[in-house]
């Protein structure tokens, strides 16, 4: 069974900086690629950013590109997987539920690519 588990949202100011943690576990990802995404009040969920597995290559929605970075950690066993996503410069627009995903993606932006999804954490950004 796998877990996925996000951490670090709450409520902040505009201009600050939150790190979002995803923890992953219950099978090995040697081959699992991550992506984060988010839904505001009244609005549908949509991709913020991705991590492939295979080629270490990062994607990112142009909203949040030079203010927030995807990154990895997989331990030497491969039992556990961290995801992180460090966001910067926070807008009141990023305000929203953030969640973290699983899969084997060729298209990084698609939901349904994505296997394994978190329960989701909130990050709220005051002006």
């Known amino acids: 069974q796998v877990q996925l588990v996000e951490s670090g949202g709450g409520l902040v100011q505009a201009g600050d900086s939150l790190r979002l943690t995803c923890a992953a576990s219950?099978?090995?990802?040697?081959?699992?690629?991550m992506g984060w995404f988010r839904r505001a009040p009244g609005k549908e969920r949509e991709f913020v950013a991705a991590?492939?597995?295979?080629?270490?290559?990062?994607?990112?929605?142009?909203s949040v590109k030079g203010r927030f970075t995807v990154s990895r950690a997989i331990s030497r066993d491969n039992a556990k997987n961290t995801v992180y996503l460090q966001m910067n410069s926070l807008k009141p627009e990023d305000t929203a539920v953030y969640y973290c995903?699983?899969?084997?993606?060729?298209?990084?932006?698609?939901?349904?690519?994505?296997?394994?999804w978190g329960q989701g954490t909130q990050v709220t950004v005051s002006s």
């Open positions: 991590l492939s597995w295979s080629n270490g290559r990062t994607y990112y929605t142009d």
């Open positions: 219950g099978r090995t990802f040697s081959n699992s690629d």
């Open positions: 995903a699983m899969g084997t993606f060729t298209r990084p932006t698609t939901e349904y690519e994505y296997d394994y």
